[in-house]
């Protein structure tokens, strides 16, 4: 049994949106490739046709991919959604307070497949996430799993 996709409800619009230009568009172009390729002659020895084929494998593996996880995910509802902002879940807005630095950051805690931590995004794998995953507000947590581990304050949730 495959394991269960956590995505956005925006972020499996964003990989259907991938999937579909694949399939419709990107098909079309390595199709074309290949075409070309086989008109100049042998294969053996033909570059083109390498590049053609290198091009159709990788098309074709992100959208057995795509598929895969369309078929496997599993809608994050967020906190306000939910009705709920006690502790932190998948989908929670969390701003939390390194304990060393005295800097706040604030992320929202998604699956992997949309993990973008410079944009706020935190994959729920990360040792940051796990640490404070069914946490409170006010709670002081120690990330571990990591070279260095550090404290953490969770400051609000959303």
Do not use: C, W
Request: aromatic share 4%; charged share 30%.
């Amino acid at each position: 049994m495959s394991e269960k996709v956590y995505v956005t409800q925006e972020g499996l619009e964003e990989i259907k949106k991938e999937l579909h230009r694949l399939v419709h568009e990107e098909r079309s172009v390595y199709i074309v490739e290949l075409q070309e390729a086989r008109a100049q002659g042998d294969l053996s020895e033909n570059a083109d046709y390498d590049a053609a084929r290198d091009h159709q494998a990788r098309v074709e593996a992100r959208i057995t991919e795509l598929e895969n996880m369309i078929m496997q995910a599993e809608i994050i509802t967020t906190s306000a959604a939910k009705g709920n902002s006690k502790v932190v879940f998948l989908g929670s807005t969390v701003e939390i307070l390194d304990i060393d630095s005295n800097e706040t950051e604030t992320y929202t805690i998604v699956g992997s497949v949309e993990s973008d931590p410079f944009n706020g995004k935190l994959s729920n794998a990360t040792p940051l996430a796990q640490a404070i995953l069914d946490e409170k507000v006010g709670t002081t947590v120690k990330v571990t799993g990591i070279k260095l581990p550090y404290e953490v304050k969770i400051m609000s949730i959303k």
